[in-house]
């Protein structure tokens, strides 16, 4: 599982967005946020929210402070006997999970020129199996340690109050899928008190360069 090296005050934020049928909503006031501020940030984006807002996802990748990561075909938690989280079931065998990973490549491919290079599966589940499989095609797992919205479900101050948790390489976790949420005001917040702390922030490639 890919995590930030070394102990400077430096945090990666990241934002996923999944789609059910007809889901096209996303927190455009966020990413507003994070452009007003030139915060660097890496948005996992699930097939079918691809295939809704190719549009959307190629401005998003025009975005030099911007990085498209994959979140799935089906947003599925990765496993290799189908155990579930939160009450999502899992993936059942080692080709579900493969499929799970590259049925979201081609399109993301095509737009970037290039493979994503990072993966983060559905509820950020991954078994040690599954796992090995995401390195061998070629991405890495991104976890968290620092879960900002609890889903899109937080208000801003609460929003505000788990930010405060991040410790230097800590990988944060938000949504960009309810944009009526807490989550775009509460990372307002938040920012400027990070900032004056002295830390900085990341995308997921950035820091595995470093």
């Known amino acids: 599982m890919f995590g930030l090296p070394g102990?400077?005050?430096?945090?990666?934020?990241?934002?996923?967005?999944?789609?059910?049928?007809?889901?096209?909503?996303?927190?455009?006031?966020?990413?507003?946020?994070?452009?007003?501020?030139?915060?660097?940030?890496?948005?996992?984006?699930?097939?079918?929210?691809?295939?809704?807002?190719?549009?959307t996802l190629e401005q998003l990748a025009a975005d030099p402070h911007i990085e498209i990561a994959n979140h799935g075909t089906r947003h599925l938690p990765l496993s290799v006997s189908g155990r579930s989280a939160y009450g999502i079931p899992g993936t059942k065998d080692a080709?579900?999970?493969?499929?799970?990973?590259?049925?979201?490549?081609?399109?993301?491919?095509?737009?970037?020129?290039?493979?994503?290079?990072?993966?983060?599966?559905?509820?950020?589940?991954?078994?040690?199996?599954?796992?090995?499989i995401v390195t061998d095609v070629g991405e890495r797992f991104a976890g968290f340690q620092v879960n900002a919205d609890g889903g899109a479900t937080f208000t801003p101050e609460q929003v505000r109050k788990a930010m405060r948790g991040i410790r230097p390489g800590s990988v944060v976790i938000g949504h960009m899928n309810l944009p009526r949420g807490g989550t775009a005001a509460g990372i307002r917040l938040a920012i400027p008190e990070l900032l004056q702390q002295g830390y900085t922030f990341v995308r997921l490639s950035d820091a595995a360069k470093s």
């Open 7 to 55: 102990t400077a005050k430096v945090a990666a934020l990241t934002s996923t967005r999944a789609a059910a049928k007809g889901g096209s909503e996303y927190d455009k006031a966020l990413v507003d946020l994070l452009r007003e501020r030139s915060i660097p940030a890496t948005l996992f984006v699930n097939s079918r929210w691809v295939d809704e807002n190719l549009s």
């Open 95 to 132: 080709g579900e999970v493969y499929d799970e990973i590259c049925g979201n490549r081609t399109k993301p491919t095509e737009l970037l020129g290039r493979p994503t290079w990072f993966f983060r599966s559905g509820r950020a589940y991954c078994d040690d199996v599954a796992a090995r």
